[in-house]
């Protein structure tokens, strides 16, 4: 799955699933431009030069318009087009509905909502240019499924999931394939902070592959979404859960 001459926007790359999927592109032969807030995205961008790609690291804030149309503008300039954009900055809450504040949702909606639309929008118009284009959004098995302390980071991932299906009806005539991913519980750094003993004994018990997942395979389904065998895939949410959506009753786990 060559990405010789493609460029890639991934935003939320400088660590965890974002940081393996920019990595796995560049080692496809993509210019991958790394998107995010954190000064770690230069971290990001030194290994991939360090192993012969090439990467630019660029500052943005997906929930503010002029940070997007500033972060696709720059994109433009160092590399003339857009091929590929993974949207993947997004941040999570745990907290029961009832003790959700309106502060709370605002925030969860603001950046893993609005800020999906924010880039994917921007992104659009510029591979519109070239009539050419994978768009892959992050959303989540929680968008899915409803789940314990999940009211406003669900409800967010649930219009990721609406949202890039309606992109992928209207952007198909453009030569834009529109899909999501639905990470299950996988093991990233931040995972590894909030999950709790108890919370990775529940997780496991639901999945019929009975662990967590790696940014690995979540990196290797975006890297496929991405490439021209793709094609014909569009407005699909492919589950990178180990089987937890379609798990039911599991024989020998309580």
């Known amino acids: 799955m060559s990405l010789s001459n493609r460029t890639a926007v991934v935003t939320g790359g400088a660590s965890g699933i974002g940081r393996e999927i920019a990595l796995q592109l560049a080692d496809a032969g993509a210019n991958v431009v790394i998107a995010d807030t954190s000064d770690r995205r230069q971290q990001a961008v030194e290994k991939i030069r360090g192993a012969g790609g090439n990467a630019i690291g660029v500052e943005v804030d997906v929930s503010q318009l002029q940070s997007v149309e500033a972060m696709i503008s720059t994109v433009e300039q160092q590399f003339d087009r857009l091929d590929i954009l993974v949207h993947s900055a997004g941040i999570g809450i745990e907290k029961p509905f009832l003790e959700t504040s309106l502060d709370d949702w605002n925030k969860i909606i603001n950046i893993d909502l609005t800020g999906t639309f924010l880039c994917c929008r921007a992104a659009a118009r510029a591979m519109v240019k070239n009539g050419w284009g994978r768009i892959i959004t992050l ?19 649930g219009g990721v999931i609406s949202l890039t299906k309606v992109m992928a009806v209207e952007l198909a005539p453009l030569g834009i394939c529109v899909n999501a991913l639905a990470p299950g519980a996988i093991e990233t750094e931040m995972v590894k902070k909030m999950h709790s003993d108890q919370t990775r004994l529940t997780y496991t018990s639901s999945i019929p592959a009975a662990r967590y997942g790696t940014p690995s395979e979540v990196a290797a389904a975006a890297l496929f979404l991405a490439s021209d065998e793709a094609s014909y ?22």
């Open 233 to 254: 895939i569009n407005g699909h949410v492919l589950a990178v859960d180990g089987g937890f959506l379609g798990a039911g009753l599991i024989e020998g786990k309580t």
């Open 139 to 157: 959303a989540s098995t929680a968008g899915v499924r409803g789940g314990y302390n999940r009211a406003a980071y669900g409800a967010a991932k």
